[in-house]
């Protein structure tokens, strides 16, 4: 595959905040705030042109595993032998918004009912709906009990500081999320940040893809901020059979995960965690589940 170096954009930015406090005292100070911009993801297959497929708000950085990640979990990519070339695209009219926009080059054709959804995504949220729901189960295989790392206790509650020292932009605004995939020894494969919790996923997952790593079976996902039922679905998607997040999961997310067959432990901080599906792959007495 080609062109695979996307290129490094600016994740910051400065700014001059007035700081005011309870006692009625004002003043100024420098600020950095973490970058939101929108990027569009194109693709194209032999026998098809180039064509839109959603827009995304993120924050810059890593867009070409972004754009992979995005369209793996999507299905439009079933493995990493689909994926010919990925390259900003050439806007002679505006040189600022030629990296805010990427084309993904398919071997295959690629199915175009996904072009019909008309996706605009934001970076708190993805795209779920009723169709994609009843679509996941009919999609990705159960997870078998043996597959997927198993956590001690110790390894599982230190996962988000594993995470976490790798987060050189949030060190400096405290405003991004983070997506990581560790292994049961708690090396980590890869970490990503994002603005959005389902982009930072994308970004890991797309780098598997490029990598020609799937399925990701052997590695825990770990989140920073909370499950929703789209990390779940873009976790089965890539065969992820261990979810770790910092903050809470919805009902709709365990519930999927218990039906797919994936670990999913939540609020993972202050040493405990809780302990929601499949909890064969934890092992040890010493962690308080509450």
């Given at each position: 595959?080609?062109?695979?170096?996307?290129?490094?954009?600016?994740?910051?930015?400065?700014?001059?905040?007035?700081?005011?406090?309870?006692?009625?005292?004002?003043?100024?100070?420098?600020?950095?705030?973490?970058?939101?911009?929108?990027?569009?993801?194109?693709?194209?297959?032999?026998?098809?042109?180039?064509?839109?497929?959603?827009?995304?708000?993120?924050?810059?950085?890593?867009?070409?595993?972004?754009?992979?990640?995005?369209?793996?979990?999507?299905?439009?990519?079933?493995?990493?032998?689909?994926?010919?070339?990925?390259?900003?695209?050439?806007?002679?009219?505006?040189?600022?918004?030629?990296?805010?926009?990427?084309?993904?080059?398919?071997?295959?054709?690629?199915?175009?009912?996904?072009?019909?959804?008309?996706?605009?995504?934001?970076?708190?949220?993805?795209?779920?709906?009723?169709?994609?729901?009843?679509?996941?189960?009919?999609?990705?295989?159960?997870?078998?009990?043996?597959?997927?790392?198993?956590?001690?206790?110790?390894?599982?509650?230190?996962?988000?500081?594993?995470?976490?020292?790798?987060q050189p932009t949030?060190?400096?605004?405290?405003?991004?999320?983070?997506?990581?995939?560790?292994?049961?020894?708690?090396?980590?494969?890869?970490?990503?940040?994002?603005?959005?919790?389902?982009?930072?996923v994308d970004k890991?997952?797309?780098?598997?893809?490029?990598?020609?790593?799937?399925?990701?079976?052997?590695?825990?996902?770990?989140?920073?901020?909370?499950?929703?039922?789209?990390?779940?679905?873009?976790?089965?998607?890539?065969?992820?059979?261990?979810?770790?997040?910092?903050?809470?999961?919805?009902?709709?997310?365990?519930?999927?995960?218990?039906?797919?067959g994936i670990t999913?432990?939540?609020?993972?901080?202050?040493?405990?965690?809780?302990?929601?599906?499949?909890?064969?792959?934890?092992?040890?007495?010493?962690?308080?589940?509450?």
């Amino acid at each position: 595959m080609a062109n695979m170096a996307s290129t490094v954009r600016r994740k910051v930015t400065n700014r001059v905040v007035t700081v005011v406090r309870k006692d009625g005292m004002q003043g100024t100070k420098p600020d950095v705030l973490v970058t939101e911009e929108p990027m569009e993801i194109r693709a194209e297959s032999p026998s098809q042109p180039v064509q839109p497929i959603a827009v995304t708000m993120r924050t810059p950085g890593h867009d070409f595993e972004l754009a992979v990640g995005f369209l793996f979990t999507e299905g439009m990519i079933k493995n990493s032998d689909d994926v010919r070339t990925v390259r900003y695209c050439q806007l002679p009219d505006s040189a600022e918004q030629q990296f805010n926009v990427v084309t993904v080059s398919l071997a295959r054709q690629f199915d175009e009912a996904l072009l019909r959804r008309g996706m605009v995504t934001s970076a708190s949220c993805g795209i779920c709906g009723t169709t994609s729901i009843d679509q996941l189960s009919m999609t990705v295989d159960h997870i078998d009990a043996g597959v997927g790392p198993v956590m001690t206790t110790q390894m599982l509650v230190a996962l988000p500081e594993i995470i976490r020292q790798s987060q050189p932009t949030f060190d400096r605004t405290g405003g991004l999320h983070a997506a990581g995939l560790i292994d049961a020894q708690g090396a980590a494969y890869c970490v990503r940040e994002d603005i959005g919790r389902h982009n930072a996923v994308d970004k890991v997952i797309g780098k598997a893809v490029l990598d020609n790593q799937l399925p990701i079976s052997r590695y825990a996902l770990v989140v920073s901020g909370r499950l929703s039922f789209e990390i779940i679905q873009k976790a089965a998607m890539a065969g992820i059979a261990f979810i770790a997040a910092v903050g809470a999961p919805s009902s709709l997310a365990v519930e999927t995960a218990d039906e797919l067959g994936i670990t999913v432990v939540g609020f993972v901080r202050d040493g405990t965690a809780n302990v929601y599906t499949h909890g064969h792959r934890v092992i040890g007495q010493d962690l308080s589940i509450r």
